[in-house]
T-cell receptor, first 113, second 108 residues
Framework: EPEVTQTPSHQVTQMGQEVILRCVPISNHLYFYWYRQILGQKVEFLVSFYNNEISEKSEIFDDQFSVERPDGSNFTLKIRSTKLEDSAMYFC???????????FGQGTRLTVV | KNEVEQSPQNLTAQEGEFITINCSYSVGISALHWLQQHPGGGIVSLFMLSSGKKKHGRLIATINIQEKHSSLHITASHPRDSAVYICAAHGSARQLTFGSGTQLTVLP
């Protein structure tokens, strides 16, 4: 069964460092998303991506964040200068046309120290 | 902005019990998702529905569009059903707005 894969599963980084979280969406899906979940809180939307550009973004997704689809399979989230409050589980998701069922990766747990 | 509320926040049941988790939302939606999150953190999609009812094994999801309310039912609950169950609303924008989740614990 096709699945969304995320790497790494866990990343620890020093405050101020750049991190790149990687995702491989399901191959025929066209819409890609990043969500995050701070420990004990709701899952929150960060950004959606379609046709090689950002479709929508939340107020959380400020200039410190960027997304890219560097090739035909990977979808990345970069945080330029990590802060302690960026510590969270980051989920990648994809769906076929934006209005169909979304499939989630297993998440990357980012810990900023 | 859509507000998605779930109840209860925590639910403990004995194995075999019938379980209901409720979800309400404030703004009209195109679809509602029910998701399951296990202790490791991964999220699995259970249902996506825009009207009526869907059934998969022991899980049943219903939605009432007029009342802006959905329920997830688990029949003959089992300890392996223990997880966090999350509803998420799919509005006019393509992203999901999530509820805070219901922590379900089923005791043997």
């Amino acid at each position: 069964e096709p699945e969304v894969t995320q790497t790494p599963s866990h990343q620890v980084t020093q405050m101020g460092q750049e991190v790149i979280l990687r995702c491989v969406p399901i191959s025929n899906h066209l819409y890609f998303y990043w969500y995050r979940q701070i420990l004990g809180q709701k899952v929150e939307f960060l950004v959606s991506f379609y046709n090689n550009e950002i479709s929508e973004k939340s107020e959380i997704f400020d200039d410190q964040f960027s997304v890219e689809r560097p090739d035909g399979s990977n979808f990345t989230l970069k945080i330029r200068s990590t802060k302690l409050e960026d510590s969270a589980m980051y989920f990648c998701a994809s769906n076929l046309d934006g209005n169909t069922e979304a499939f989630f990766g297993q998440g990357t747990r980012l810990t900023v120290v | 902005k859509n507000e998605v509320e779930q109840s209860p926040q925590n639910l403990t049941a004995q194995e075999g019990e019938f379980i209901t988790i409720n979800c309400s939302y404030s703004v009209g939606i195109s679809a509602l998702h029910w998701l399951q999150q296990h202790p490791g953190g991964g999220i699995v999609s259970l249902f996506m529905l825009s009207s009526g009812k869907k059934k998969h094994g022991r899980l049943i999801a219903t939605i009432n569009i007029q009342e802006k309310h959905s329920s997830l039912h688990i029949t003959a609950s089992h300890p392996r059903d223990s997880a966090v169950y999350i509803c998420a609303a799919h509005g006019s924008a393509r992203q999901l707005t999530f509820g805070s989740g219901t922590q379900l614990t089923v005791l043997p």
